[in-house]
């Protein structure tokens, strides 16, 4: 599996929109990209998903360049909720397990 | 639909000691997963099921940790002896499909079994 590089922690306040970038220079053809959401003492969420271009739903946006090296997640208007930790993944149709970093921390002050 | 449930929600045990984690998938879902999480890292895979086989172990300490999926529906994670090294979070998690299905299809996670070894 593609291996992700994504920043440590970021600091953002209320209202802003935040951009989180990962890194997967080894993606592979087959490979879609994956945002997990996770708060303390819950278990991972799934937050949205891409392969290509850009993808949004009712939580975020996707943004994939035409390389598909790298992707951003863009979250509109934080709230404090959203502070959490933010994961990467990368893996193919082929279905093997989640495999995690560590994930970018995202602390949301008012 | 119920989300995946996993009892106990914490657990405190000396080492040396065994300790046992159980997990009920969502309803159908054919593939499931324990992960450890160790504070301040991400999930780490220690085995996955489709049904009641094992599909990847590779990373599952077996000469301490073991698990089973009778039936294949529910699932429990044993340690035994326990080392200070594995307080951690065990999470369960649970997909619709198997190895061949969809990337992330119905991936779901249950809140997890907070361990401490003292």
């Known amino acids: 599996l593609a291996k992700t590089t994504q920043p440590i922690s970021m600091d953002s306040y209320e209202g802003q929109e935040v951009n989180i970038t990962c890194s997967h220079n080894?993606?592979?053809?087959?490979?879609?990209i994956t945002w997990y959401q996770q708060f303390p003492s819950q278990g991972p969420r799934f937050i949205i998903q891409?392969?290509?271009t850009k993808v949004t739903n009712e939580v975020a946006s996707l943004f994939i360049p035409a390389d598909r090296k790298s992707s951003t997640l863009s979250l509109p208007r934080v709230s404090l909720s959203d502070t959490a930790v933010y994961y990467c993944?990368?893996?193919?149709?082929?279905?093997?397990?989640?495999?995690f970093g560590k994930g970018t921390t995202l602390s949301v002050s008012s | 639909e119920a989300g995946v449930a996993q009892s106990p929600r914490y657990k405190i045990i000396e080492k040396r000691q065994s300790v046992a984690f159980w997990c009920n998938p969502i309803?159908?879902?054919?593939?499931l997963y324990w992960y450890q999480q160790i504070l301040g890292q991400g999930p780490k895979l220690l085995i996955q099921?489709?049904?009641?086989?094992?599909?990847?172990d590779s990373q599952l300490p077996k000469d301490r940790f073991s698990a089973e999926r009778l039936k294949g529906v529910d699932s429990t994670l044993k340690i035994q002896p326990a080392k200070l090294e594995d307080s951690a979070v065990y999470l369960c998690?649970?997909?619709?499909?198997?190895?061949?299905?969809?990337?992330?299809?119905?991936?779901?996670f249950g809140s997890g079994t907070r361990l401490t070894v003292v």
């Open positions: 998690a649970s997909s619709l499909k198997g190895p061949r299905a969809l990337f992330n299809y119905g991936y779901t």
């Open positions: 080894n993606i592979a053809t087959n490979d879609y």
């Open positions: 891409g392969y290509k």
């Open positions: 993944l990368v893996g193919d149709q082929a279905g093997t397990a989640l495999i």
């Open positions: 309803s159908g879902h054919a593939t």
């Open positions: 099921f489709q049904n009641n086989g094992v599909v990847d």
